[in-house]
């Protein structure tokens, strides 16, 4: 069973950085896509930040030039730095592991962004 474990999440003043990391329970394969997504109280889950095979990033517009997601595969473990933070960032944050048709989720950690 393969499992993912988040942690990071917080209460920020706007302006403010956060960090989150997600550790998955096994090897992270050359195949895999690793990921960001959240979800606002409301609204939809939205894809944040992806690390593709071949290693290429992608980012959702409202974020670009202050978030960056990035790995350290001898950690099985996968970032995502968030600066610059707005309150609408506000959501919860769930780390997604793609590995060819499956999709792993982490348990959720709560991003909160004062203003």
């Known amino acids: 069973q393969v499992q993912l474990v988040e942690s990071g999440g917080g209460l920020v003043q706007a302006g403010g950085s956060l960090r989150l990391s997600c550790a998955v329970s096994?090897?992270?394969?050359?195949?895999?896509?690793m990921a960001w997504y959240r979800q606002a109280p409301g609204k939809q889950r939205e894809l944040v930040a992806a690390?593709?095979?071949?290693?290429?990033?992608n980012y959702v517009d409202s974020v670009k030039g202050r978030f960056t997601i990035s790995r350290d595969n001898p950690k099985n473990t996968w970032y995502l730095q968030m600066n610059s933070l707005k309150p609408e960032d506000t959501a919860v944050y769930y780390c997604n592991l793609k590995s060819l048709t499956v999709n792993y989720w982490g348990q959720g950690t709560q991003v909160t962004v004062s203003s």
């Open positions: 096994r090897s992270i394969f050359r195949l895999d896509t």
């Open positions: 690390i593709i095979p071949g290693g290429s990033t």
